[in-house]
C-alpha cells in the first residue's frame, strides 16, 4: 500500500537549519506532484511548499520565502524541504503528500525551534 515516512525534524535554536527528507512508497514517486505541510497544536494544517513532477517553478507560502527550499529525487523516490534560518513560529509537526490527491497521511516529523 501506500506508505509515506518523513524524518529529520529534531530541536534546533533560532537561525539554525534543518533538512527534512520524506519518503513515498507503494506508488510511483515521479508522477506524484508532491507537498510539504505543517501543523501546529490548535490549527488547521498548512501548506508549505510545492513541487511539481516536473520539478517547474516551486511553490512556497509566504512565510517560508527566501528560507525554505524544496527539492525531489526521483530516483530516490524522496522529497526533501531545507530550511534553513529557522524561527520559533516554524515549530510544529511537518508531513509531506501528494498535493493533488493527498494519501493517507504518515506520522510525520516534529520540528521544535527555540528562541
Known amino acids: 500500500q501506500v506508505q509515506l515516512v518523513e524524518s529529520g525534524g529534531g530541536l534546533v535554536q533560532a537561525g539554525e537549519s534543518l533538512q527534512l527528507s520524506c519518503v513515498l512508497s507503494?506508488?510511483?514517486?515521479?508522477?506524484?506532484?508532491m507537498g510539504w505541510y505543517r501543523q501546529v497544536p490548535g490549527k488547521q494544517r498548512e501548506l508549505v511548499a510545492t513541487?511539481?513532477?516536473?520539478?517547474?517553478?516551486?511553490y512556497y507560502a509566504d512565510f517560508v520565502k527566501g528560507r525554505f527550499t524544496i527539492s525531489r529525487d526521483n530516483a530516490k523516490n524522496t522529497v526533501y524541504l531545507h530550511m534553513n534560518n529557522l524561527k520559533p513560529e516554524d515549530t510544529g509537526v511537518y508531513y509531506c503528500?501528494?498535493?493533488?490527491?493527498?494519501?493517507?497521511w504518515g506520522q510525520g516529523t516534529q520540528v521544535t525551534v527555540s528562541s
Open positions: 507503494g506508488t510511483t514517486f515521479s508522477l506524484n506532484p
Open positions: 513541487v511539481s513532477i516536473g520539478r517547474n517553478v516551486p
Open positions: 503528500n501528494n498535493f493533488h490527491r493527498p494519501y493517507t
